[in-house]
């Protein structure tokens, strides 16, 4: 097996009496998509900040490209692409001088960073807008400039916090696209989301974190399989039913149903066979003025691991 390109045993950073993240232990494979999941102040930024040789860690083994971030944190940087949260692309500048200054800033000869500029903007489908001004793009054409820009000295990690956030449907896709054209490339991707889709569409493999501390390991199905079941029945009785109802399905698919959870607007019922389960809930008398069968998802396994409860 290759030697990974991330490698964190027992890895903590605390701010005085507060641990944000608590023992990670995680190992990342060479070409791999590897997210991590979590509710806001979970710990995936402060880790990706330590990962990304920004922000020194308390204790624990932390090995990038088989180098310690302490002792080796500009060769570590030189070899990242960092994709933030928010675009912070130079607006004072044309869409292709920004790749352009940006690769100058790791030592590109000019012409270098001349044909790479070319190269990443016919990448990013930005070919035509190489001289508008960046205050002239739509968010998602700047999402894929600041990828572009990231690509600028060939990492051999790209590193993405949030990298669809306020994109509408079609640009998140065109989005994903080149994501995975970088992953068939040979590039190692470590991203954080919160949308349980992409991670689904883009992590081989991913870790829930909350409180500082993995919940759960592996790829998408692995999760799904180990946490929640193969459909959930979502079913509707109104607020003021929803309770009483779901006490009575509980008496009544016995065996049938794994588990039973009652929201404010729903009750679901996890199933393996949520068709079944419908046809007896139907035979109890009780009538929805809603229902829904669907695949378990990997929102499903973040909600039980994670909890529903907003926290900030």
């Avoid at 779901?246 to 008496?251: F, G, P, S, V, W």
């Amino acid at each position: 097996m290759p030697a990974p390109v991330v490698h964190t045993r027992g890895l903590r950073k605390t701010f005085g009496d507060l641990a944000a993240v608590d023992g990670i232990d995680v190992d990342v494979a060479p070409g791999e998509s590897f997210g991590f999941l979590g509710p806001n102040g979970a710990g995936k930024s402060t880790t990706m900040r330590m990962i990304g040789a920004v922000s020194s860690r308390t204790a624990g083994e932390l090995t990038v490209l088989g180098l310690d971030p302490d002792t080796h944190g500009p060769e570590i940087r030189s070899r990242l692409g960092v994709v933030p949260q928010e675009d912070n692309l130079d607006t004072e500048l044309r869409v292709r001088d920004n790749l352009l200054v940006y690769g100058r800033y790791f030592g590109l000869p000019r012409r270098t960073c001349a044909e790479r500029a070319d190269e990443l903007l016919e990448f990013a489908q930005l070919t035509e807008k190489s001289r508008e001004k960046v205050d002239k793009l739509s968010g998602g054409m700047k999402r894929r400039l600041t990828i572009a820009r990231a690509l600028i000295n060939r990492p051999r990690i790209l590193m993405l916090d949030e990298p669809t956030t306020g994109l509408d449907p079609q640009a998140r896709h065109v989005l994903w696209d080149r994501l995975f054209r970088l992953k068939e490339q040979g590039t190692t991707l470590l991203l954080t989301t919160h949308y349980m889709d992409e991670a689904e569409q883009l992590c081989d493999r991913l870790v829930v974190v909350d409180h500082g501390r993995v919940m759960a390991e592996g790829s998408p199905s692995e999760l799904i399989r180990a946490h929640s079941t193969r459909e959930v029945v979502e079913l509707r009785f109104g607020a003021s039913r929803n309770a009483e109802a779901a006490e009575r399905l509980r008496t009544a698919l016995d065996g049938q149903v794994q588990r039973t959870e009652v929201l404010p607007d729903r009750v679901l019922l996890y199933a393996d066979d949520g068709e079944g389960v419908l046809e007896h809930v139907a035979r109890t008398g009780l009538e929805p003025t809603t229902s829904l069968v669907r695949r378990s998802s990997l929102e499903d396994v973040f909600l039980r691991l994670t909890g529903r409860s907003l926290i900030e």
